[in-house]
């Protein structure tokens, strides 16, 4: 096991990444403070892990919430379940909620949290690769609108992460691959040496070789504390995270929460930032094609839905939150590991960009 | 116009009180950052001053929500609607809510504006006597559960507030005395000169005397944030301000949300904290009657609705957010201006006081 430290003062917490973790009775000893636990888990976790762990905790009193899975059910009713239960067991602020699961179990289990009587504590039990690299780290929580992705949610930091990599034996290949999404993301904004690790080791990783594995999950980590740490609330460089994102909310918006895998569409969004960044004359188009490769080496879309308009993507990339004043800030690259934010683009290159995807998403 | 500041470092705010403070467009402009502001109120405020708000804003996109009034939609679902609204017209993250009304309105705006984008700024207008003393200061915002009050919530701190004592002239006479036992609360918990101040201007604030009504908000309002400052996230002392409050939610919830109004509520539940001083040897007896007799002179109830139980009681308060792993925190006080926290106190003897309140509550 080895542990890297998110450190924001007073809400610092540790990332424990290793195997054999969700077992480990001494890692929840040394974060559950008051009796009462809630898991929150989904369907597809709950027949694997729930028992595991609950088993794990000792004599505190647990209870349980088992969400239907899928980014189509990461909604305010969601949540409503969990201050359901944590009501019906009367479960008061010393409570804790673990999330038991991927990204969307623990956006939903963690905005229950920051919101059950104004702010109970929270574990995070990642069991999905998107969620050990990069969902369960910063605190952010929250469910989509139906007119938009995240809109509704808060800042607030977990207790402790607890990664265990045996998990990902477990997911289905194609959720391991949007994983390697996210995890592609940490080397094109600012980590160069790790972008060229991820090519020369792509193929150990997708036979999940434990220990390339738990190397890749914890530079991650690595990475995504280093910048939490240097900006919690967003108002600056964290907003890097989102390379690919503003372009990839929009496309499963427009396919429909759930048809798209979070991390296909930010595969796909990679690419269309890279694209639009050497059209821009931001980067050499000789990257786009080396990020494009690898990602399809990844088993990842590198093309929107054919179906998708340029007016539709655009429509819906108005609504994104780096939206102010109605000017909408991008994330290019000025090369791999070069991430910046701008709102200095051309507006009609982007548009006639998008215009011209569908044709190519044929290929 | 005066103003008392809440001193919260980065997020320290000023509150405006006097007279024709809705209508000036000065303050609006000074607090006011990005294009879009959201005012939020509700049907029975809407008539009297949306639209005279909505004039003394400029040429900002303004956008409105009117919300049903009363307790009993204080809701998830009306935060809900909040959210629809923003997102229907592209509200983005440097957009403004304006909290217009009383305590209800200001607590679903304000969790709107803390989860929207995972928080937006916003300003409270706060229109009723409670919510200019009390519920507009402190950053607490929240819904109710149908099992509990403000269960759902968080803390958000609004970038200024506008309290217009005119506002109070069209506040109908029952909601107004709900106000004042909030006012009287200050005077419970560590002001023992304006409890006096309050006995012997009671009459004039009945009477809506303009200075009196200044002085009296001017004085809750430095109360409120001289303790908020020393405690936001009420880890300690700020639960004082909860006086009254764990038996008065009780009872609100008991009865039916917008059956007895909040502040109804709370007088009953300070004169039954007050008894139970008493009875435990806390406090005078003599001090009770002198508190009851106040609030009755207030207008105010000074007994629990006859059909509550001891039963009901005790398992409505067992849910309080002052419950730490199942003991309940309670406010009492040890005489007028000095109440404390404590967990130690005779069960059995509170059980006892409140099976014998049905019977006292005929007088």
């Given at each position: 096991m080895?542990?890297?430290?998110?450190?924001l003062?007073e809400?610092?917490?540790?990332?424990?990444a290793?195997?054999?973790?969700?077992?480990?009775?001494?890692?929840?000893?040394?974060?559950?403070?008051g009796r009462?636990?809630?898991?929150?888990t989904?369907?597809?976790?709950?027949p694997l892990?729930?028992?595991?762990?609950?088993?794990?905790?000792g004599?505190?009193?647990?209870?349980?919430?088992?969400?239907?899975?899928?980014?189509e059910?990461?909604?305010?009713d969601?949540?409503?379940?969990v201050?359901?239960?944590?009501?019906?067991?009367?479960?008061d602020r010393?409570?804790?909620i673990?999330a038991?699961g991927?990204g969307?179990?623990g956006d939903i289990?963690?905005?229950?949290?920051?919101?059950?009587q104004r702010?109970?504590q929270?574990?995070?039990?990642?069991?999905t690769?998107?969620?050990?690299?990069?969902s369960?780290?910063?605190?952010k929580?929250?469910v989509n609108h139906?007119?938009?992705?995240?809109?509704?949610?808060?800042?607030?930091?977990?207790?402790?992460?607890?990664?265990?990599?045996d998990?990902?034996?477990?997911?289905?290949?194609?959720?391991?691959?949007?994983?390697?999404?996210?995890v592609?993301k940490?080397?094109?904004?600012?980590?160069?040496?790790?972008?060229d690790w991820?090519s020369?080791n792509?193929?150990?990783?997708?036979?999940?070789?434990?220990d390339?594995?738990?190397?890749?999950v914890l530079?991650?980590?690595?990475?995504?504390a280093?910048?939490?740490?240097?900006?919690e609330r967003?108002?600056?460089?964290r907003?890097l995270?989102?390379?690919?994102h503003?372009?990839?909310h929009?496309?499963e918006?427009a396919v429909?929460?759930?048809?798209?895998?979070?991390?296909e569409?930010?595969?796909a969004g990679i690419?269309?930032?890279?694209?639009f960044?050497?059209?821009?004359?931001f980067?050499?188009h000789?990257?786009?094609?080396t990020?494009?490769?690898l990602l399809?080496?990844?088993?990842?879309?590198?093309?929107?839905p054919?179906e998708?308009t340029a007016?539709?993507?655009l429509?819906?990339?108005?609504?994104?939150?780096k939206?102010?004043?109605?000017?909408?800030?991008?994330?290019?690259?000025?090369g791999?590991g070069?991430?910046f934010?701008?709102s200095?683009?051309?507006r009609e290159?982007?548009h006639?960009?998008?215009?011209?995807?569908?044709a190519k998403?044929?290929?």
């Amino acid at each position: 096991m080895k542990t890297q430290d998110v450190e924001l003062g007073e809400r610092s917490y540790p990332i424990y990444a290793g195997k054999a973790l969700l077992t480990d009775p001494s890692l929840y000893a040394r974060h559950l403070s008051g009796r009462n636990v809630l898991v929150v888990t989904d369907s597809n976790v709950a027949p694997l892990y729930l028992q595991a762990l609950i088993e794990s905790l000792g004599n505190h009193n647990v209870s349980q919430v088992v969400l239907q899975a899928g980014e189509e059910f990461k909604t305010l009713d969601a949540v409503s379940t969990v201050y359901d239960e944590l009501m019906a067991q009367k479960f008061d602020r010393s409570s804790t909620i673990i999330a038991l699961g991927g990204g969307v179990t623990g956006d939903i289990a963690g905005f229950a949290a920051a919101s059950f009587q104004r702010g109970i504590q929270f574990l995070q039990v990642p069991t999905t690769l998107l969620a050990q690299v990069d969902s369960s780290v910063g605190g952010k929580t929250g469910v989509n609108h139906p007119r938009g992705k995240n809109m509704i949610g808060a800042f607030h930091q977990p207790t402790a992460v607890i990664a265990d990599i045996d998990t990902l034996q477990t997911l289905p290949a194609r959720e391991y691959s949007a994983g390697l999404a996210e995890v592609t993301k940490y080397g094109l904004i600012n980590q160069p040496a790790f972008f060229d690790w991820l090519s020369d080791n792509l193929e150990s990783l997708l036979q999940l070789d434990p220990d390339t594995v738990a190397e890749a999950v914890l530079s991650c980590c690595r990475f995504k504390a280093e910048i939490v740490a240097a900006d919690e609330r967003e108002s600056g460089q964290r907003a890097l995270l989102n390379l690919g994102h503003t372009f990839g909310h929009a496309i499963e918006n427009a396919v429909g929460y759930g048809v798209w895998l979070h991390g296909e569409a930010v595969a796909a969004g990679i690419c269309l930032a890279a694209r639009f960044s050497a059209l821009s004359g931001f980067m050499p188009h000789a990257q786009v094609t080396t990020i494009e490769k690898l990602l399809h080496r990844a088993n990842l879309p590198i093309h929107p839905p054919a179906e998708m308009t340029a007016a539709q993507f655009l429509e819906l990339m108005s609504r994104d939150k780096k939206v102010r004043d109605q000017v909408l800030t991008l994330v290019l690259m000025r090369g791999i590991g070069k991430a910046f934010l701008t709102s200095s683009y051309d507006r009609e290159a982007l548009h006639q960009m998008l215009a011209e995807q569908p044709a190519k998403a044929a290929t």
